[in-house]
């Protein structure tokens, strides 16, 4: 029996390096990697020897028959990703898993930087989430460098530790890979180091051979709507940092006395709180995750969370693997609506889209008593157009987006799940627009579009709020490949004498 991938994969491809028959894709250099919802295993070619089970660092991978129950449905997904994948179509073979490994420029880096001026380089990243130590791994492997992350908050790895649901505790494991990174000698972690007010990006540049930012989105998108800004409405990336602990956002506080919550924009982040609203007073005792949210969840009377979506369901934004689980946990229903009814027999242009399709189609368009406990709603072809106070409570005045109707949805809380946004690095260029810094393949550009020489982004403050904890990995390779070059060819000086280690930020990283 095969090995098969399941829901908490993360992209990080760890497994396909792994693999000695490569019987895992898409690997990161073939073309659908960085659209895939998940890798698979091609059951065809795998010779089951676990490898890829201890390099996943999420407990993704396990062999076909010890699956759990929930997890059997996974084996018939990886088979079906591996049929449809056009490049097995390609080769025209039926052993899909013979078509030849491509070449994998980060496979064996070499031992050394080369450095035509000095010998040792200094390399300082801003922010401590998952691109920032993928990084760091990528640039530990070369023995004459050294790594300082400076954090602005008290517990390093973003949203890796703060983002990543507390019930996902399988996704939660890649702190673990972190840890083995932080434990390099050559790697320093500056805690409660904000760049930008504790410390300049100036003062980085003049400590540092090259800087490299990865600081995330840690903002959120607004709709842009009347009364978004009323008590009572907030976000999930607020909302998530709360159930998380995340340190700023202890004071916070959701309104869950009234028996419906209304989130905008049906992504994974709106599964995940949908999901933590809706837990069983139990579920989640024990969960690594704010003990004070914990409580007032436990407290909760929320009896009904609608996710209102403004596209049909064939544009969910959530992936296979999270509504699969979603479906399996909680009652999940799909609001009746000819349009919907259509595009669910009609929307289909991939066999994940179908799957999707199909899995939703069998939803009960009201609640049964399957799981018992509160319920989650989608909604489609909804868009909010404004929220109302009416007494203690809100209304949501919607629009449905093809037929133009109006419909208010009463509510005491609305979570807007439209997106995270990257927030400018002061003294570095920004675009406001997208959120990210203007880079070519990970150099920092000016406003001219010239590289800054020893400036590097990486990860969602690089390429946008998309993709998860492993798309980072690929991320980061191409910013370090970015900073080998440039070191190779005198860019980013190493300089051969020391760099001045004293003044206000030597004094601040002494504090
Ligand atoms: C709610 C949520 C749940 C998710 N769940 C999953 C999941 O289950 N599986 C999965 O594969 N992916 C998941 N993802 C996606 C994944 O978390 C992201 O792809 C990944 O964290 C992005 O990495 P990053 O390093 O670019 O940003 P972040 O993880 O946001 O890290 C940025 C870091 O920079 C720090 N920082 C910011 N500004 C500064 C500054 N000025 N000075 C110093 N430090 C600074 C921040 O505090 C943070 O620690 C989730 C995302 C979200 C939002
Ligand atoms: N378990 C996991 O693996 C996991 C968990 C959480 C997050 N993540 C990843 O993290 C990334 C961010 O997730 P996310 O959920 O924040 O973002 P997302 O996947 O980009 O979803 C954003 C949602 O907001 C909607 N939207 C955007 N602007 C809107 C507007 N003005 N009005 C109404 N709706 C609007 C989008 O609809 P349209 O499509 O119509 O624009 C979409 O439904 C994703 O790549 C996600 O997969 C992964």
Known sequence: MPHVITQSCCSDASCTFACPVNCIHPTPDEPGFATAEMLYVDPTSCVDCGA???????????????????????????????????????LDNPDPGSRSRPPMAHAV???????????????????????????ADELLRYGNVTVDVYEKLAVPYGLARF?????????????????????????RLHLN???????????????????????????????????????GVGSTTDFVAWYNG????????????????????????????????TAGRDELLGADMSQKALARLRESKVEEVVIVARRGPEHSAFTLPEILGLTDERTVTVDPDPEVAESLAT?????????????????????????????????????????EADGDALVVRARHTTTGAEVDIPTGLVLTS??????????????????????????????????????????????????????????????????????????????????????RLARLLRG
């Open 347 to 387: 929307g289909a242009d991939s066999p994940l889209t179908e799957r999707k399709l199909a899995l939703l189609e069998s939803l009960p368009t009201t609640p049964q008593a399957t799981h018992g406990g509160p319920a989650i709603r989608l909604r489609y072809f909804t868009t909010p157009i404004a929220i």
């Open 52 to 90: 890829c089970v201890t390099a996943c660092p999420v407990d993704a991978i396990g062999p076909a028959h010890r699956l759990p129950e929930e997890h059997k449905v996974y084996i018939e997904i990886n088979r079906v990703l591996s049929a449809a994948d056009p490049a097995n179509a390609a």
């Open 418 to 503: 439209v997106g995270y946004k990257g927030r400018p690095v002061p003294g570095l260029p920004f675009d406001e627009a997208r959120g990210v810094l203007p880079n070519s393949a990970g150099r920092v550009l000016d406003d001219d579009g010239a590289p800054i020489p020893g400036v590097y982004v990486t990860g969602w403050i690089k390429r946008g709020p998309n993709g998860f904890i492993g798309t980072n990995k690929t991320d980061s390779q191409e910013t370090v490949a970015a900073i080998a070059a440039d070191v190779a060819i005198g860019v980013v000086s190493s300089r051969p004498a020391p760099k001045a280690r004293g003044g």
């Open 193 to 231: 180091t904000a760049v930008g007010t504790d410390v300049t990006i100036d003062e980085l540049r003049a400590r540092h051979d090259a800087v490299l930012v990865a600081a995330g989105a840690s903002t959120d998108r607004k709709i842009g709507i009347p009364g978004e800004d009323l008590p």
């Open 246 to 277: 995340r340190p700023d956002h202890t004071g916070d506080d959701f309104e869950l006395a009234n028996g419906r919550v209304v989130i905008v924009g049906n992504g994974n982040v709106a599964l995940d709180a949908a999901r933590i609203l």
């Open 109 to 135: 880096p070499p031992k050394r930087l080369h450095v035509p001026d000095g010998d040792e380089v200094s390399i300082g990243i801003v922010g401590s989430g998952p691109a920032a130590m993928y990084a």
């Open 163 to 187: 983002g990543v649901a507390p019930d996902h505790t399988r996704t939660r494991k890649v702190a673990e890979l972190f840890d083995v990174v932080a434990k390099d000698p050559r790697f």
